[in-house]
């Protein structure tokens, strides 16, 4: 059998299931997470989203959202709905790591069997069956390909395509990455016919900025901004007291550095963040300005080729001190 079909029927021999995503949930993995969650409901699975820590506010509008168990606020149900599970489906993240070091062991340790669907480089060997595409946009969109490779697209409706659309449209950036393909417009296609309101998700995810987020977002794109001179690179730098300053909730900076990406002449932008006694960076790039081997190689990360991400135990003065430095090593030879 195929592995779409291993995985489908590893799906219809358990009852119960926990899904789980990385920390620090993005679009992808609440999308993806739920897009499952609500198609093995549909199945009649006892099935939940066990996550290492909370969505941001401008995502909790998603139908199911309430219904996700986080490590972080309840960490000894969430371990005991990993140890309960007879499967457990590992979406969007690609190591143990990536759940954060407080809910790994339980990941690591819990019985039943476990599954990939991720689009990220370079796979752990922790899952008895991988769905592993790097090229593929969203983790989001493997679900439909699994889906349609399985035969069980007809379970596809409104809701779960809501929960499939914004996993594609928050990881390709609205449709503008270069990992976007024709069949990624073609799933599009696909969803509007079975009743996805595309307009409403965007609304929901872009239109609905709170007043502090305007202001810390016109602070760092006014005051923070700094171009590297003789390179296309720019960055933005917050610090604890400047994030506390315009009471910074989670998400306030979601598409932040994709602004500074999106200055004339910038091939790459980066935003650092003083956040819980770290540095936490969002790298992003375009044309032949690779960051997922800079991110790797120095600040503890890694991700897609144009959008990855790291962390720092350096201050912020000396993190960025060292990003400025080894930046030129990375500049493209053609």
């Known amino acids: 059998m195929t592995t779409e079909a291993n995985i489908l029927t590893a799906i219809r021999q358990a009852e119960t299931i926990a899904i789980v995503s990385h920390k620090s949930p993005d679009g992808d993995s609440i999308g993806s997470s739920l897009a499952m969650y609500h198609l093995l409901k549909k199945w009649g699975k006892n099935v939940t989203v066990v996550h290492p820590d909370p969505a941001p506010e401008f995502l909790h509008w998603l139908e199911g959202q309430e219904t996700i168990v986080d490590w972080e606020k309840q960490p000894e149900k969430a371990a005991e709905l990993l140890h309960a599970a007879e499967l457990v489906i590992c979406l969007d993240f690609n190591e143990p790591g990536r759940v954060g070091n407080d809910m790994k062991p339980a990941l ?6 476990k599954i990939m669907i991720d689009h990220h480089l370079h796979p752990a060997d922790f899952c008895e069956y991988v769905i592993s595409r790097p090229e593929i946009c969203s983790t989001a969109q493997l679900i439909y390909e699994w889906l349609e490779a399985a035969g069980e697209l007809a379970s596809l409706d409104e809701q779960i395509g809501n929960c499939i659309y914004l996993g594609m449209m928050t990881d390709t950036g609205s449709f503008r990455f270069p990992s976007v393909s024709p069949k990624t417009h073609e799933i599009l296609a696909h969803l509007l016919k079975i009743g996805v309101q595309h307009f409403r998700i965007h609304e929901q ?3 609905t900025n709170t007043i502090d987020r305007i202001r810390l977002r016109g602070f760092a ?3 923070k901004l700094v171009c590297l001179p003789n390179l296309p690179v720019a960055y933005v730098s ?3 007291e400047e994030l506390e300053r315009f009471h910074y909730q989670k998400g ?8 500074i990406l999106g200055i004339k002449g910038i091939s790459m932008a980066v935003l650092f963040m003083e956040k819980d006694n770290k540095v936490k960076i969002s790298f992003r790039s375009k044309g032949n300005w ?3 081997e800079l991110a790797s190689a120095h600040f503890a990360g890694g991700g897609h080729m144009y959008a990855s991400g790291g962390a720092s135990d350096d201050s912020l003065e000396r993190t ?3 990003f400025v430095t080894i930046v030129p090593e990375y500049v493209p030879s053609a």
Not at 108 to 113: F, V
Not at 252 to 259: A, I, K, R, W, Y
Request: charged share 30%.
């Open 238 to 240: 917050l610090s604890a």
């Open 221 to 223: 794109l006014s005051e």
């Open 290 to 292: 690779k960051v997922n």
């Open 252 to 259: 306030d900076t979601e598409g932040l550095v994709n602004q």
């Open 320 to 322: 960025i001190e060292r």
């Open 108 to 113: 690591e340790s819990a019985p039943g069997r």
């Open 205 to 207: 995810v872009y239109d």
